[in-house]
């Protein structure tokens, strides 16, 4: 299940990536108001179910951004 999961990251961190770029312009004051908002947020839902019954920590976009940040 868990070579399942990884085969997300990639897309993850492509629709992460761009998600970033939007909401670093500034030009948004909700993350839903980002265009690429709604793939991300489901691509995340998608591998949460498998997190979830995998007992792993569930991923959020806050919790994506403040860990990106912490590296940049």
Do not use: G
């Amino acid at each position: 299940m868990d070579h399942l999961i990884e085969q997300f990251d990639a897309f993850i961190e492509f629709d992460l990536s761009c998600f970033k770029e939007e909401w670093d312009s500034k030009k948004y004051k909700k993350f839903n108001e980002c265009p690429s908002f709604i793939t991300l947020s489901t691509t995340i839902k998608s591998v949460n179910i498998l997190r979830k019954y995998m007992k792993w920590e569930l991923l959020t976009i806050k919790n994506m951004l403040l860990e990106k940040n912490k590296f940049n």
